[in-house]
């Protein structure tokens, strides 16, 4: 088996702040996502990569940049937090296009 | 662009009664999409219960049941005998490319199962 990791768990921060999130897996698997998820609504595609470098745009990708550095791990970048901005940021990551495993979750908070 | 709509919760049932959980489905990018079920449990991350990629199949896992109906453009989940273990909140998404790698989430149900 295999495990996903997300750092930090909670995340503060100031409104204007450039504030970075980090996702590891051990799957090898080659793909990895990036999701959002705000108070009733469903997950929202961030950005994703199908190899180390690689990036695609989500539907989401506007006010984010990302980068695989490795095929081990994806960082999320939020380039200027919004005030009382909170959401739940999701990693995952695949191999067969099918099924996508999820990592615990960084929560948000924008004071 | 796609969408995906599902029961609102919360849903509460007692312990051994019936649980559906309604799914329909918009693929505007895709003619035949995959469709999904994740499950939350307390505590714990977002994992894949059920999986369909081919119309007219059934999936199941755990004794929950779905059945790819593209008539309906349904993927609705059933269980007939619920369990305190199954309180958790419940995805379906579809995935949008033929590659499979954008999926569409609906907003989730919240299922109570009480002892």
């Known amino acids: 088996g295999g495990i996903i990791t997300q750092t930090p768990k909670f995340l503060i921060g100031q409104e204007g702040q450039k504030l970075t999130l980090k996702c590891q897996q051990n799957?090898?698997?080659?793909?990895m996502y990036w999701y959002r998820q705000d108070s009733g609504k469903g997950l929202r595609l961030i950005y994703y990569s199908i190899t180390e470098n690689d990036l695609q745009k989500g539907d989401l990708s506007e006010g984010y940049d990302a980068s695989r550095e490795k095929k081990s791990s994806f960082s999320l970048t939020v380039t200027s937090a919004q005030k009382n901005e909170m959401a739940v940021f999701l990693c995952a990551s695949s191999i067969d296009n099918y099924e996508q495993y999820f990592g615990p979750g960084t929560r948000l908070t924008v004071l | 662009g796609d969408s995906v709509t599902q029961t609102e919760g919360p849903v509460t049932v007692s312990e051994s009664e019936s649980l559906i959980i309604n799914c329909t489905y918009s693929?505007?990018?895709?003619?035949?999409?995959?469709l999904f079920w994740y499950v939350r449990y307390p505590g714990e991350g977002l994992q894949l219960l059920l999986k369909?990629?081919?119309?007219?199949q059934k999936g199941s896992s755990r004794g929950f049941e779905a059945t790819y109906n593209k008539e309906t453009t349904s993927f609705h989940l059933q269980k007939a005998s619920v369990q305190e273990s199954d309180s958790a909140v419940y995805y379906c998404a579809l995935g949008e490319d033929s590659a499979g790698n954008k999926l569409t989430f609906g907003i989730g149900t919240r299922v109570l199962v009480r002892p």
């Open positions: 799957f090898n698997h080659d793909t």
């Open positions: 369909v990629i081919t119309a007219g």
């Open positions: 693929a505007t990018s895709i003619a035949y999409p995959n």
